[in-house]
Structure formats: structure tokens, C-alpha cells
């Protein structure tokens, strides 16, 4: 999954949200395969503290009965970027099956022009009422998704929601026509000056229930103009009105005009919020205007709304505690409908405006405690004192008397990963697998690794297997699938990975353990007998590349043979450990060599590597071995490094020798007494080349001395000047 780049903050804000989200240090991610540590780039399907908070917070809701979620294939972009089924990006963890984007349609489809749009209601309405046609821009459809204003509320929703009421209040068809057409011109913009509302209020209204629409509207437009003074008191002014959907929503906008009021210098150009600076009084009238509408309308019109904006309250009044239990009062709720926005919504203004800098008494309800508890179990810098302690933790057992197991997990996460104990976290777990939502899995997955710990590769492998045909919430199986591979892999017994029923059946993790772990002999054998055509491919693309690679020349002499008359050309890319596109087919080892732009002649990979094998230091063969590794781009290909110790293919390579590199070869011709001066002078052009055009090493890991590096080029002027490459090189670097 990609990690997209920061929204302009005056959106994340606008939107509740804070431009410190937990985002990677780039525009990139990959996956790390491990089950232990962590990364933003990667989602694990147990409650661990290296998960992004949403994600934790994700899974406890799923268990919850709140978050419903369906396992999703990596995206076309997360297979680009390595990814498998797990880890994952957190965007997999999106409720129901809308993890992944619509489909394009098909070219007949897209030339197919589409049916013409059914008259929106409020168009409908108003042409019934005899009123003008909608405006060409609407205010409220001007912003971006996620970006705040006021005006958001300017749609065609709440225009449609007036005109029925006035539709249905009994005016004469002047006023109703009037009242109407004022309310779609309002539609059309999101501020007006004050001598410009002349050409914009209803004129020619004077019946008692008009007046109170046309004030209503006046207000209303004062509002979406930003003079609150003036918009208060116009909504104050219906307070006694007759008209109960006026008299609620003008109580409603009383309490909305007064928290922008309190807010309006809250926030720096660019959008952050600078939360000194709100207007504490006006912030207090707001509280107290909330707390009347819900005291007269409790289950009114604005009242999902309404306590969404006593948590924006809380939030500007930095109020962490009462702020902790609106969220929890949000997620509690049954129905979305009882909700003031889309759980997801929720979950990110929680991790933004909640979990940033919380202190953990504030926090009373197990979901978010949880989630907060596992945030400061994340990796810490030893030098300093680790503020949360287990006493910390043992004090916030009364909190989780509704939710035991889930205190017991932390209790046992503590000591896995803050004290690094695995024989305490092993006495704080169940040592019988129970029900696998998604705190039991977390609980067996905490078990399994700190068996893992102990070196108890047996037991581990025991559970994982035991684990494996019960689990059934989705991404369970894909992790213990690699929770299998790390085992097998530790242990020693990666001929597990590919016996016959393995249950390690995930194609990137075998290839994985294939290109970075895998000894000749595998290779050799999952060449021919290997589960899928792109495994039979990739393990003999690995052998035949490390067979050179690794200077065994002989053994791709014999190994060459797998490779028959008409090897495939299909091309492997993430299969090698390559990302973005990038790959190439078994048709490498086919390269004829030829005559290379440079003019430096060579024959086939193959011969060279025969002649290599009967000489090691032959001259032409180093040469062109570097050739083929050159035109074919093979510096820093994938298949020469190794993950991380603590990732899946980390461990040593079976395959032994190390890796040629090019400059290496181009020294051993120019060190060599007995080269021919054409080889000894190509030798000198291209490891001076190596540093072109910025003097750091292209062709392997070695540093050179610059002083060396100039000794090289002009014994390269000097000594071959009559080279077509001593006069072609104008520079050394």
C-alpha cells in the first residue's frame, strides 16, 4: 500500500483532523515481514502495539459487533510495492468490501453515453412552487471532501428541508413563491455583504409565519457570511415562534453560530489549530446552547449533530476526559443512524484529536484505553524513564471489569513487549485456544511468539498449526501463514515450507524464502517440482543468477541445462523482490553479449561463465561478466541483499559465497600482468566509470581513494592512449 502524501492542513483540520496522523517519513511504503516490531506501512490482524492506532481500534470495534470487515486481495498498487495478504496497508481494514477502488469501466461502456440525470427533488419542488431553477454552483458542494466551513451546510438538503415547510405553512402564493425563490439564491454562495442581502431576502412578505421564514433566512445568511452577532440574535429572535421546525432549528443554529463564534480565531492561516486563542466566553454560551437543545429535543432533528458539536466543544476546551467519553458514548451507539458521522469518520478524529498526547486517566472506557495502552508499549528509548509502568497498567483493572480478557492481554503484551519476558507472558495467557475473534487471536499470536522467544520452535509450530483450520476472521489464516514461514525458517526446517501439503501456500512468502534462504539443491529442486510455473521460474531464475553471481561458474554450466531451448518469458517482478514494474524474464541468461555499445566484444553469459569456470581470473570473462551485469542493470539487484534479521528471508543464505562485484572483476584484469592490453584498458574505462557522474560506487560496496581513482585515469591516457576508451574519457571522478 502507498502511503499518500499529507492533505494541506487547513483540510485535516477543517475536517477534525490534525496534520501529526500518523503518516510514514515518505510517499512510499513496503512491507516488513515480521510479526514483531512494526512499521506504518504495516498492518498486522492482532492487537499489536507497531499497528497504526486505527488499526487496533478497527479490530476491537470488529469485535464489537460495530465494524464489519471482509478480507480484501492486495490492490494492483500493493502488489506494485511487494505486499501479499499479510502484513497489509490499513486501508484493507475499511469496513465491509469498500476496501478496494471501483473498477474502470470497459472502453464500450465508457463510449456509452449516460442516462440523463432525474430532476433532484429539491429542483422538483421548487418548480412546483413556482420558484426559479437552481443555481449553476452550489455552496455547499464547493469544498473538498473533508474540508471544513460553515457553509458545508448550504446544500440541497437543508434547501430542500425549508422550502417543505413553507410549502406546508399555509402562505399565500406570493410569499411562498418569495420565501422560495430567497432560499435558492442563498444556495448559489457563501457569503454576502450586508447591503448585498437587499437583492437577496425575500421581498413583499408580511403575513406573521412569512416573516418568521424571512428572518429565519436573514439569519441564516448572516451566519454563512460570518457575522455571528448578527446571526444570534436573528435566531434568538424565533425562540417563541409558533413553527416548530423553525423554533427547533433555530435553537440548533443559535448553538452552531455561537461555537463559530468561539472558534474564529482559533486556527493560523494555514489552518492549525491554535486553541489559546479561542474565545472561552463565547466557548461556555455554546455549551450552555447545546445542553438546551438536547434538554428540549433530545431525540430531535440535530441532535446526532448536536453532540457531535459538544465533542468539537470538549476538543476546543481542551477537555481530554469529557472528549474520551463522547467517543466512547459514538461507538457505543447500535445504529449509524444514531451517530453524527460514519464510524470510519470517527476512528480517524479519534487518532487525531484523542490519542495524540492523552493522558491515559482521561480515558475510562476499555476500546480507547486499549488502544492507548498499546500505543505506549511501542519501542522506547532506554536512556529515558518509561513513563507507563506496570503499576500504571495494574491501576486500570477496575476499567476493564467488563472486559477481562482484553485486560489480560495487555497485561500479557506488557511483559512481552515492554519487559521482554516471555515466560511471564506465557503465565498471563490461555494455554487452550478459545474463541478466535480477534482478542483470543491476539492472545494465541502473543503465545506463539513467546515461545518463539524462548526457542520452543516446536511448541510454536504446534500452536500455529493447531491455530490454523480454526481461525476464520479475515486475515488470520495469511498471518499464520507467516508466522509458519518465520518458524520453519528459524528453525531450520525450511524444507517445511515446501513439502508436499505445506501449509505456508502464499506464493510471495515462499519466493521470499526462496530468493534470500534457499540453498542450490532447493533451487534446483523447486525448479522442476515447484508448486506454480512463477515458483518453478523464480527458484531457477535464483540459482542460475546466484550461480553467477556468487562465482560458482561450473555449477551454471550444469544448472544451465534447466533452462531448455525455450526458456519462459514471462516476466518476474515481486516474485525477485523487485517493485514497481520492474523484473526480468528467464531469457536473461539467454544474452548473447555482442558487440556492447562501447565497443568492447563479448560472447554469451554462457560461454563466458565455461570460460570462467576453467579460469577465474580469464581476462574477457570478467569482463564481460561485468558486461552482462551492466547492460542488463544487475548492480544492487534485489537477489543481492538480504532482509532484516527480524524479517521473513533474514536469516543466513544457504546459498554460499559471496557476491561478485563488477569492480572487483575489473581490478583482478587490471591487476593481472598477463591481460591483453585490450582488456586491461576496458577494465581501467569502466571501473572509472563506476563513480560517474558523482563519485560514489555503482559497481559494488567498496571505497575507492579518489587519488586511486585519478592514478586510474591516467594510466588509462597514458599508457592506453591509443584506446578508443582512453579517448573517449574526458573526466575521473
Known amino acids: 500500500m502507498r502511503s499518500k502524501p499529507l492533505l494541506p492542513a487547513l483540510l485535516l483540520v477543517g ?73 497489509f496497508g490499513l486501508f484493507r481494514l475499511l469496513p465491509g468490501d469498500g476496501s478496494q477502488p471501483p473498477a474502470l469501466p470497459a472502453a464500450s461502456e465508457a463510449e456509452t453515453p449516460p442516462p440523463a440525470p432525474a430532476p433532484s427533488p429539491l429542483a422538483e419542488l421548487a418548480r412546483q412552487m413556482g420558484a426559479e431553477a437552481l443555481p449553476e454552483k452550489i455552496a455547499g458542494a464547493e469544498f473538498f471532501e473533508g474540508e471544513g466551513s460553515r457553509c458545508r451546510s448550504n446544500d440541497q438538503d437543508s434547501a430542500l428541508a425549508f422550502l417543505r415547510q413553507v410549502r406546508d405553512a399555509g402562505l399565500g402564493e406570493a410569499e411562498t413563491k418569495a420565501l422560495a425563490n430567497s432560499r435558492l439564491d442563498l444556495l448559489g454562495a457563501c457569503g454576502w455583504e450586508q447591503e448585498e442581502l437587499g437583492g437577496v431576502l425575500a421581498q413583499g412578505v408580511e403575513s406573521a409565519a412569512g416573516k418568521a421564514f424571512a428572518t429565519y433566512l436573514e439569519a441564516a445568511a448572516n451566519f454563512y457570511s460570518g457575522r455571528f452577532d448578527e446571526a444570534e440574535q436573528g435566531f434568538k429572535a424565533l425562540q417563541d415562534v409558533s413553527q416548530p421546525w423553525l423554533k427547533e432549528t433555530a435553537l440548533y443554529l443559535q448553538a452552531r453560530t455561537l461555537l463559530n463564534a468561539a472558534q474564529q480565531n482559533a486556527f493560523d492561516d494555514m489552518g492549525f489549530p491554535e486553541l489559546q486563542n479561542v474565545d472561552k466566553a463565547r466557548l461556555e454560551q455554546t455549551r450552555s446552547a447545546l445542553e438546551a437543545y438536547l434538554q428540549a429535543y433530545p431525540k430531535g432533528l440535530y ?65 480507547l484505553l486499549a488502544v492507548a495502552d498499546l500505543v505506549q508499549m511501542r519501542a522506547h528509548d532506554p536512556s529515558t524513564p518509561r513513563s507507563f509502568t506496570w503499576e500504571t497498567l495494574q491501576a486500570q483493572q477496575a476499567s476493564f471489569a467488563a472486559q477481562p480478557e482484553l485486560f489480560a492481554y495487555l497485561q500479557a503484551a506488557y511483559r512481552f513487549y515492554v519487559d521482554q519476558d516471555p515466560a511471564k507472558t506465557l503465565e498471563a495467557l490461555p494455554q487452550k485456544v478459545g474463541s478466535l475473534d480477534y482478542v483470543g487471536f491476539s492472545q494465541q499470536t502473543l503465545r ?43 528453525s531450520g526446517q525450511l ?18 524464502l526462496l530468493r534470500n534462504v534457499a540453498d542450490a539443491a532447493l533451487l534446483r529442486r523447486q525448479a522442476k517440482q515447484g508448486a506454480t510455473a512463477e515458483e518453478r521460474d523464480t527458484a531457477l531464475f535464483t540459482l542460475l543468477y546466484k550461480d553467477l553471481r556468487r562465482s560458482r561458474f561450473a555449477d551454471f554450466g550444469k544448472d544451465f541445462a534447466l533452462l531448455g531451448e525455450t ?104 591487476d593481472n600482468p598477463k591481460a591483453p592490453r585490450e582488456d586491461k584498458a576496458y577494465a581501467l574505462f569502466r571501473a572509472i566509470n563506476c563513480f560517474a557522474p558523482a563519485g560514489y560506487n555503482t559497481c559494488g560496496q567498496q571505497d575507492i581513494p579518489q587519488a586511486e581513482r585519478k592514478q586510474w585515469f591516467r594510466t588509462l591516457k597514458s599508457t592506453y592512449a591509443d584506446s578508443s576508451w582512453a579517448k573517449e574519457l574526458k573526466y575521473y571522478w
Open 567 to 670: 526458456p519462459s518469458q514471462t516476466k518476474l517482478g515481486t516474485s525477485l523482490g523487485y517493485v514497481y514494474g520492474a523484473g526480468n524474464s528467464l531469457e536473461l541468461f539467454r544474452w548473447k553479449g555482442d558487440k556492447a555499445e562501447s565497443g568492447y566484444v563479448c560472447p554469451a553469459i554462457a560461454e563466458s561463465a565455461a570460460a570462467l569456470a576453467a579460469d577465474d581470473k580469464d581476462p574477457k570473462g570478467l569482463n564481460c561478466l561485468g558486461e552482462f551485469i551492466l547492460r542488463n542493470g544487475l548492480d544492487g539487484m534485489p537477489l543481492d541483499s538480504q532482509p532484516e534479521a527480524n524479517e521473513l528471508g533474514g536469516t543466513p543464505s544457504g546459498f554460499k559465497g559471496e557476491v561478485y562485484s563488477r569492480l572487483d572483476g575489473y581490478r583482478l584484469v587490471m
Open 448 to 490: 506463539g511468539l513467546a515461545l518463539e522467544q524462548q526457542k520452543d520452535w516446536k511448541a510454536a509450530e504446534a500452536l500455529w498449526l493447531e491455530l490454523l483450520p480454526q481461525a476464520a476472521q479475515p486475515y488470520q489464516k495469511g498471518q499464520l501463514q507467516l508466522a509458519l514461514a518465520l518458524n520453519y525458517e528459524r
Open 495 to 512: 524444507e517445511k515450507v515446501f513439502a508436499e501439503g505445506s501449509p505456508v501456500q502464499e506464493p510471495l512468502l515462499r519466493s521470499i
Open 303 to 367: 441532535a446526532a449533530s448536536a453532540k457531535g458539536l459538544q465533542r468539537r466543544v470538549h476538543w476546543l476546551a481542551g477537555d481530554q476526559k469529557l472528549l474520551a467519553q463522547d467517543y466512547a458514548a459514538q461507538f457505543a451507539e447500535a445504529e449509524q443512524g444514531q451517530r453524527n458521522m460514519a464510524l470510519e469518520d470517527l476512528v480517524q478524529e479519534v487518532d487525531n484529536k484523542l490519542l495524540t498526547g492523552i493522558q491515559l486517566g482521561d480515558i475510562q472506557t476499555p476500546l
Open 15 to 87: 475536517a477534525g483532523l490534525s496534520p501529526l496522523a500518523q503518516a510514514s517519513s515518505d510517499d512510499s511504503c513496503y512491507p516488513d515481514w515480521s510479526l514483531v516490531g512494526g512499521s506504518v506501512c504495516d498492518t498486522l490482524p492482532f492487537l499489536a502495539p507497531g499497528n497504526d492506532t486505527r488499526a487496533n481500534l478497527r479490530l476491537l470495534l470488529a469485535d464489537a459487533g460495530h465494524w464489519r470487515l471482509v478480507e480484501a486481495p492486495p490492490s494492483e498498487e500493493e502488489k506494485l510495492e511487494g505486499y501479499g495478504l499479510v502484513p
